[in-house]
């Protein structure tokens, strides 16, 4: 595909899912400073992309936008201040927990993509669970302010470029082009921010 015919695309592409590529990039933006506004901004995309992604027959993906709203109403709820005005702490999800997640990520990308072949028109069952699951776990990871959700985001948004450049969703393979790097200054971020936690609590010790 020449750039010409990529920005052709690009200008076909839906309003809304420009809107929902914008919104989903700010919220991104604002999970990496750590601002509770980022589950509006969340919520506003998922919410969107619910529609983009059914129209576009990728229904797994259709089915995580559904769960990204709840998140979003969740992590807005866990990322409030408590009584003494401390916000979530950033920490780690610890190895144990990873590896479990791992496990069921594709337990269960295996057992949807089988039903998904074989009852359904959907154009990528295997990528489609596989993104699909591990994106679940990383958004919890996200509502705990588990600092490893972005090494997993680094693999799913790749994993998402591929799928939504195949369906031709142009906006939002920019989108999940943005997400990567982003993934990098999010980990660099909140990398900080647990240090300087854990130097503070050192001291206080």
């Known amino acids: 595909m020449t750039w010409q015919e990529l920005l052709a695309a690009i200008g076909g592409s839906s309003p809304a ?5 914008a919104a989903g990039v700010l919220y991104v933006i604002l999970a990496i400073v750590q601002s509770r506004l980022c589950w509006v901004a969340g919520f506003l995309s998922t919410a969107i992309y619910l ?10 993906q259709a089915g995580l936008q559904a769960y990204y709203v709840a998140a979003a109403v969740y992590g807005w709820w866990a990322w409030r201040s408590d009584a ?4 979530l702490p950033v920490t780690r999800a ?32 295997l990528l489609d669970s596989l993104t699909t699951w591990a994106s679940l776990f990383a958004t919890w990871l996200v ?25 031709k969703l ?21 990398y900080r921010d647990m240090t300087r936690t854990d130097f503070r609590r050192s001291a206080v010790g």
Request: hydrophobic fraction near 55%; charged fraction near 15%.
């Open 17 to 21: 899912e420009g809107v929902a590529a």
């Open 51 to 60: 529609y983009v992604f059914y129209r576009s027959h990728l229904y797994m």
């Open 84 to 87: 003494a005005g401390a916000a």
């Open 94 to 125: 610890g190895l144990r927990v990873q590896l479990l997640g791992l496990a069921a990520v594709l337990a269960a990308a295996w057992t949807s993509a089988a039903w998904l072949a074989s009852r359904t028109g959907s154009r990528d069952p």
């Open 143 to 167: 509502t705990r302010k588990k600092i490893d959700n972005w090494a997993w985001w680094l693999v799913v948004d790749a994993l998402i470029l591929a799928l939504c450049w195949r369906q």
């Open 170 to 190: 142009y906006p939002s393979v920019f989108m999940y082009g943005l997400y990567i790097g982003l993934a990098f200054i999010g980990w660099r971020s909140w």
